[in-house]
């Protein structure tokens, strides 16, 4: 009776442990988008300024 409650102990514990993981695995691809949209917002907006910058040295 104890090896079959502790068992299911056991199991408990493993299956919180990989719900644990599964939401690290998760929140680390969150965070990765999160820097990737961030980097190519950062290129967009450089991209934009230089453009502005060309127009203004071309318009004089």
Do not use: H, P
Not at 28 to 55: D, N, P, W, Y
């Amino acid at each position: 009776m104890r090896n079959t409650s502790d068992y299911i102990q056991y199991r408990k514990e493993q299956l919180e442990l990989k719900k644990q993981q599964l939401e690290i695995l998760k929140l680390r691809e969150e965070i990765t988008t999160a820097r990737l949209k961030r980097k190519m917002l950062i290129f967009t907006v450089g991209i934009s300024g230089l453009s502005l910058l060309l127009s203004v040295f071309r318009g004089r």
